[in-house]
């Protein structure tokens, strides 16, 4: 089975631009989240969405980034616009809500580097 | 508030040698979820182990092994006959519901087996 699908891998955008993540779940999977890892801060909860609605973004860390999901298997992470301190791994994970329901699967993660 | 401590920020053994990260974590819940992840130098996350609050046996899976023990909030995890292939960065998380959305994960213990 495939697993959750991120793109791009690395990404090197100046700043001022507009980033965009990518993400496709596992399928079936009902819960799905974005999390930002750096250095200082470790593993950040940024968002997550419950069937594509999102549920708490509190962690979103201001108005320039904003995510979506269109539907059950897509989902964007958007940065606009980018500033260096964005600069980290961004991972999407998903989860099934029923069987081993808050087992949280990650992609391979969103290398991005703003300069 | 949940929380997770893993005291070792780094540790580094010498191939075949056993190894055992430490994992302490707090939480008001009665019913919880521990779990481990590694995150190898390619960057990815990996899923290795779920573990609910009601089953206290230990887990053994090849060369890896889990000791739950609520007395002690611990859930250390052991590495049996270090690979070089096993150094990664060990996560250590805790969820206190059912969907995932509440996950706290650990600072992470960064495992270098030299050859």
């Known amino acids: 089975d495939a697993g959750v699908i991120q793109s791009p891998r690395h990404e090197v955008t100046e700043m001022g631009q507009e980033v965009t993540l990518r993400c496709k779940p596992i399928s079936g999977h009902d819960y799905l989240f974005w999390y930002r890892q750096t250095m200082m801060r470790g593993l950040e909860l940024l968002i997550y969405f419950n069937n594509n609605v999102p549920i708490d973004d509190s962690g979103m860390p201001e108005d320039r980034f904003s995510a979506k999901m269109p539907n059950a298997s897509f989902s964007t992470l958007k940065i606009q616009p980018s500033e260096p301190r964005d600069s980290a791994v961004y991972f999407c994970?998903?989860?099934?809500?029923?069987?081993?329901?808050?087992?949280?699967?990650f992609g391979e993660g969103s290398w991005l580097t703003v300069v | 508030a949940q929380k997770v401590t893993q005291a070792q920020t780094e540790i580094s053994v010498v191939e075949k040698e056993d190894v055992t990260l430490d994992c302490v974590y707090e939480?008001?819940?009665?019913?919880?979820?521990l779990f481990w992840y590694k995150q190898p130098p390619s960057g990815e996350l990996v899923f290795l182990i779920r573990?609910?609050?009601?089953?206290?046996q230990n887990e053994i899976s090849g060369r890896y092994s889990w000791n739950f023990q609520k007395s002690t909030s611990s859930f250390n995890f052991t590495i049996t006959a270090s690979q070089v292939v096993d150094s990664a960065v060990y996560f250590c998380a805790l969820s206190e519901d059912n969907y995932g959305q509440n996950f706290v994960f650990g600072p992470g213990t960064r495992l270098s087996v030299l050859p």
């Open positions: 939480t008001r819940d009665t019913t919880y979820y």
């Open positions: 573990r609910n609050s009601f089953d206290e």
């Open positions: 994970a998903s989860s099934f809500s029923r069987g081993t329901g808050n087992t949280i699967y």
